[in-house]
C-alpha cells in the first residue's frame, strides 16, 4: 500500500472536494482519497504506486491544480 500527499490550489467548497475525489478516485489502483478543505492537502492511497503525473492530471482534469 503506498500512501502520498498533495497540496491542491483553488478548491473553496464541498463541490471542489467531491471533484477532485472523484477524479483521482478513478485513476487505477487509488483506494482511498482524503482531502482537507482548509489545508488544501490531499492524501492519497494505492494498491499499486501511482504517479504525480496521473495526479495532477486528475487534479487538472478536475479544474484545479497541484502546488509545486
Do not use: F, Q, W
Request: aromatic share 2%.
Amino acid at each position: 500500500m503506498a500512501s502520498s500527499t498533495y497540496t491542491v490550489k483553488g478548491m473553496t467548497c464541498e463541490h471542489c472536494v467531491g471533484a477532485v475525489k472523484s477524479e483521482i478516485g478513478k485513476i487505477d489502483g487509488v483506494t482511498s482519497v482524503d482531502v482537507d478543505l482548509a489545508t488544501g492537502a490531499v492524501r492519497v492511497e494505492s494498491g499499486n504506486p501511482v504517479t504525480d503525473a496521473e495526479i495532477a492530471a486528475a487534479v487538472d482534469e478536475a479544474g484545479y491544480e497541484v502546488a509545486s
